[in-house]
């Protein structure tokens, strides 16, 4: 497996005609992402700073050879957004839209599962950003990356900031950092992403966020067991929810006594993962994991 | 969201859920009158949202149309206390009026969410009336669970095997089968994200009737029901947390005195996390969200601040879409409305930081500046004081 982006990743944005879409299309531009098209249907022939603007994901794939599509489209139509995407062959599809009904993911996930060459990562997440190549697909601030060492991979934009903060700040850096978002149902999980990471040679260490709700957490520390040679720390966040209570995510909520905070931290400590008590201290706990 | 036991057996019905006979009602003389109409037996039904009903003493059962009327007297206006409600108890304003059933077996069965597959699941159990949490706590193998494809439904095989593992044989697994498929039918084209049925009745006479439902909705697909849409009973939650819906913020009322203005749901659950790390508790969980204006800000503090529990406030904002001079101005006019005069500690980072804090220096309030979430969550226990 090789990297997801890199400088070879031309990019359509479906939704640029929309306030976030351009805002996020022209900071990712201006980082140094190759941003080729844009869709939204009804606004095809119109172009947003130079950037031209289809109809259909087919048309701006076949008209400028896209390979990935960043997502903005609004809950209602974003899953269908996502299945268009797919269907049109881009290899990574990027869903940064928060509250795609369940039921609706549902569907897209039997629909991408009957294409195997496309990467979901999402929905409800900030993106993917590799600062070496001077990619993003997301919404994350580029000036905070630094390139560097530390594969980040998080169910949270803002906690994964901090984490980036604190590992520029300890002059670690960044290979590639992942959004695999919010959500109950995702695409890209922490194991696929744990996985780019072993194999990845720009990465050296790893710093996992979780955060309370489903066993997510629990399956990557049984993968990380087994498969991880290389350091790894973590977060959970949510020690303090009570049960019952969706924090914020559609996805973080403690049910029937399941996804405690204190479950995931240890099932990630029994798989030999450093795990921070505070969110303050993820960087400290990260130079303690590559120590050994 | 949630909704009560009798929206809940009302959408039910439309799919061909048995449920008992009965209505709804917020007037005792209509409880006589509806027990009569049942035979002169009947229950009467707490509705509120919280679990626990029956030993908080808000189902009972009335022999004659006068007790029920007796009972619903005294049990509409009361403040219902549960292990769910809280001390304080729940006010009922209505209750539900059904008839009384000969109970042969009570059994369980619930559709919620299997995240790990991603597809809805079917539990069932031979242990009705209990909460399920407790039976999978004391033999995780007292309960089935059968996954289903949302698309395709569940399956009348997949319906007869549960039935079978139930224990229920000859007209009554013929009548449960139906119950079943109808279930997960209605869980699927609500979007449910939860729908149980505890207990499910097996009565003397062999039927299978929904004796309580629960259900539970995808707040996200609310759009597409307007109907479910409209059963959100407002009397039903916190009215800090209603008045935070109002504005599009995600507000938890939590039970510490450090209130917290946080943007990101990771971040601002971790900035509950360090508070009670550094010795304090969260009063609050609030997450201000990516592109919050200065509007919403300045509700958020007002909300905040109308908790009576909270003796600091401690704003953490990591600035990636979120602005911290959008942020910056609105606490400025929040407290200058408000008139706070409890310590407020602010964390910014980010997009616009410099800006943010020139706002906040310039604005002549006291508010504390901290660096780092370590600092920032040191500072604002130092000021509450720790313990309290």
């Given at each position: 497996m090789g990297a997801w982006i890199d400088t070879n990743t031309r990019v359509l944005v479906q939704?640029?005609?929309g306030r976030e879409g351009k805002f996020h299309a022209l900071a990712g531009r201006d980082y140094g992402?190759?941003?080729v098209a844009g869709v939204t249907p009804g606004k095809g022939g119109t172009d947003v700073e130079g950037i031209p603007v289809f109809n259909t994901v087919h048309e701006a794939v076949r008209e400028t050879g896209a390979n990935a599509s960043l997502l903005f489209v609004p809950p209602p139509a974003a899953a269908d957004g996502i299945m268009e995407a797919a269907d049109a062959g881009v290899a990574l599809v990027v869903a940064i839209t928060e509250g795609i009904p369940v039921n609706d993911m549902i569907r897209a996930k039997a629909f991408l599962k009957e294409r195997p060459g496309v990467r979901l990562i999402g929905p409800n997440c900030p993106g993917i950003i590799r600062p070496s190549a001077k990619v993003k697909l997301g919404?994350?601030?580029?000036?905070?990356h630094k390139p560097g060492k530390v594969g980040i991979v998080s169910r949270s934009g803002t906690l994964t900031y901090e984490a980036v903060g604190q590992t520029s700040a300890l002059g670690l850096g960044q290979s590639t950092c992942i959004g695999i978002g919010g959500d109950p149902i995702n695409g890209t999980n922490f194991i696929d992403a744990l996985t780019l990471f072993a194999e990845?040679?720009?990465?050296e260490a790893v710093v996992m966020i979780g955060e309370i709700g489903g066993s997510a957490e629990e399956e990557a520390a049984a993968w990380i067991r087994k498969n991880m040679r290389k350091p790894v720390a973590s977060f959970i966040a949510g020690r303090t929810a009570p049960p019952?209570?969706?924090?914020?995510?559609?996805?973080?909520i403690i049910s029937g006594g399941k996804g405690t905070a204190a479950e995931k931290v240890a099932a990630l400590r029994a798989a030999g993962v450093h795990v921070a008590?505070?969110?303050?201290l993820i960087g400290e706990t990260l130079m303690k994991a590559i120590a050994g | 969201m949630k909704v009560h036991e009798y929206q809940a057996k009302e959408i039910l019905r439309a799919y061909g859920v048995a449920t008992p006979r009965g209505r709804v009602t917020d007037s005792p003389e209509e409880a006589r009158q509806i027990a009569k109409e049942l035979g002169g037996r009947a229950v009467v039904k707490a509705q509120i949202h919280a679990g626990g009903r029956g030993k908080g003493g808000g189902v009972k059962l009335a022999k004659s149309p006068d007790e029920a009327f007796e009972l619903a007297k005294q049990i509409i206006g009361m403040q219902l206390v549960t292990h769910q409600t809280g001390p304080e108890g729940r006010k009922v304003k209505k209750v539900l009026v059904e008839e009384a059933a000969q109970i042969a077996q009570e059994l369980y069965l619930g559709i919620t969410l299997d995240r790990a597959i991603g597809k809805p699941v079917l539990m069932a159990s031979r242990?009705?009336?209990?909460e399920i949490e407790e039976v999978a706590h004391r033999d995780p193998s007292a309960i089935l669970k059968e996954p289903f494809d949302a698309q395709t439904g569940l399956q009348p095989f997949q319906a007869r095997k549960v039935a079978y593992a139930l224990g229920l044989t000859g007209d009554t697994h013929k009548k449960a089968v139906p119950f079943l498929i109808a279930l997960a039918k209605a869980y699927v084209e609500t979007d449910a994200s939860l729908a149980e049925i505890n207990p499910l009745m097996i009565t003397a006479q062999g039927d299978v009737v929904a004796l309580d439902a629960k259900m539970n909705f995808d707040d996200n697909a609310l759009y597409r029901h307007s109907t479910i849409k409209e059963y959100?009973?407002?009397?039903?939650?916190d009215p800090l947390e209603v008045e935070a819906s109002k504005f599009s913020l995600n507000y938890i009322k939590l039970d510490g005195n450090v209130g917290c203005m946080v943007n990101g749901a990771g971040l601002a659950m971790a900035t509950m996390d360090i508070i009670q790390y550094a010795g304090g508790m969260p009063a609050n969980f609030l997450d201000v969200g990516g592109g919050a204006n200065e509007e919403q800000v300045q509700n958020a503090m007002r909300i905040i601040l109308s908790d009576?529990?909270?003796?600091g406030v401690l704003i953490n904002i990591f600035g990636g879409i979120m602005r911290c001079d959008i942020i910056a101005t609105g606490v400025v006019h929040a407290v200058k409305e408000i008139g706070c005069t409890i310590p407020v500690v602010v964390r910014l980072e980010g997009t616009n930081v410099e800006e943010g804090k020139a706002i906040l220096k310039s604005s002549g309030l006291a508010v504390i500046p901290a660096d780092g979430m370590k600092d920032a969550a040191e500072k604002i226990i130092a000021a509450v004081g720790k313990g309290n």
């Open positions: 939704g640029l005609t992402t190759k941003v919404i994350m601030p580029a000036r905070i990845d040679p720009e990465t019952g209570r969706r924090m914020g995510h559609a996805g973080a008590d505070s969110p303050a | 242990f009705g009336g209990m959100r009973d407002l009397d039903e939650e009576r529990n909270v003796k």
